[in-house]
């Protein structure tokens, strides 16, 4: 009888283990199956684009690769210099190229003189971007397919020992939006001074192409409360451009949760060419961009990043009209390719005072700012490495907009928290309810 218990409860072992392995492979399969649905519609929008062009044109395709710039991508697809120029002149103003990942595809129809006639450009798996040669140019078009909004609550408590950054890691949640989360808190909150039982709570909004393909997210609300820090909320305030300088986090009565920097050079910001080293997307030439070109249309206000004198006020072939400003720290903001510039040598500036208008001069492929930044020993440094706003406090239409928002926000809150409640997962008692909007 002994010696049947023992079978018995060997037999049940191996079950249960065979049935845990067999969970990881169904949840293994699960991602493969994701990820080769997203090459399949890849295909079939190549197979279909080819089935509707003419007889004799050539479709080639290449994939982005560790290290590579736009240049490399569009040499091996066989595109001319010249027609390289026209196909990133026309997507700039719509496209930040500089941000392409390594996996996207890029798909070009040639006709028989090797002229590209369509060119696509796939940013997501639910985004293509489309250029069309017509008798007078190439025409962009963008293409959106249907993908699925959710709303997502996680509440928790600090643990002994525990920080906010590292729960919200552990329930996986995407590492730029923890950083997001604790980047607006810790304006209002001494995080050192935080104790186990501190509450937390924070909205979500991610988008999905197919219900499981991740493409985008924000944190729309954060929230927390300490039994030392106090109570703190952050609301994601949305102006009606979406690269407008104004998103950002707010309180609800207006105050930007940054701590005291600089202010935005522009009111909309479209990166068209980032900072550092770059191969240019035409020439295939590497070279250092010590600074960032932000696309916007000539006559385009600039503004005076931080209160300053301007040290420079004048025109060379290669920057056009630019303008320089030094700051208390010694340090200089450098605005170039203006079309008008509306202060001189000596003049004092305030924070977002105009003082100049965007333009194409000097050496430049079309109207944008570039925009530098020298640090207190007068060497460059990346733009992006200053803490920004674009305003430290929201005012008259857009403090009445961001009210309305906030009643909105709070909404979706009441909203979202009808939806069950479950663990996120098993290494903490952290809680998430979601639902699709």
Known sequence: MFRFFIKFAVVICVITLWGCNEQEKILQLQAEGVALQAKIDSLNQAIEQSQMLPG???????????GDGLFQVLSRMHINEKERGK????????????????????????????????????????????????????????????????????????????????????????????????GVLQCKVAFPLARAGDKFRILLEETFYQDSIWISGKVVYAEFDGRIVGHHEAFRYEDPDPKSSFNAHYTEKGEALVYDGLRYPLDRLHVTSPYGSRIHPITGQRKSHHGIDYGNPTGTPVYAVAEGVVVVSGYDDLSGNKIAIRHRDNSQSWYMHLSVRGVGVGAKVAPRQVIGRVGNTGRSTGPHLHFGFKNEKGAWINPTSKTMIATPRLEGERLGRLQKQVAEIRGEIEKTLAAPAVKANDTTDVMVRMRNL
Do not use: C
Request: net charge positive; charged share 20%; proline share 3%.
């Open 56 to 66: 004799n044109w050539v479709v080639e395709n290449d994939t982005v690769r560790a």
């Open 87 to 182: 196909l990133v002149l026309g997507m700039q103003d719509s496209v930040e190229l500089s941000k392409m990942r390594v996996g996207q595809v890029f798909f070009a129809a040639l006709d028989s003189t090797g002229s590209v006639q369509r060119f696509r450009y796939a940013t997501s798996p639910a985004t293509i971007h489309m250029m069309s040669k017509t008798d007078t140019g190439y025409i962009y078009s963008r293409i959106e397919k249907p993908v699925t909004r959710r709303m997502s609550i996680f509440e928790g408590a600090l643990t002994e020992g525990s920080t906010l950054n590292g729960t919200l890691f552990k329930v996986g949640i995407p590492g730029r939006m923890v950083g997001i989360v604790s």
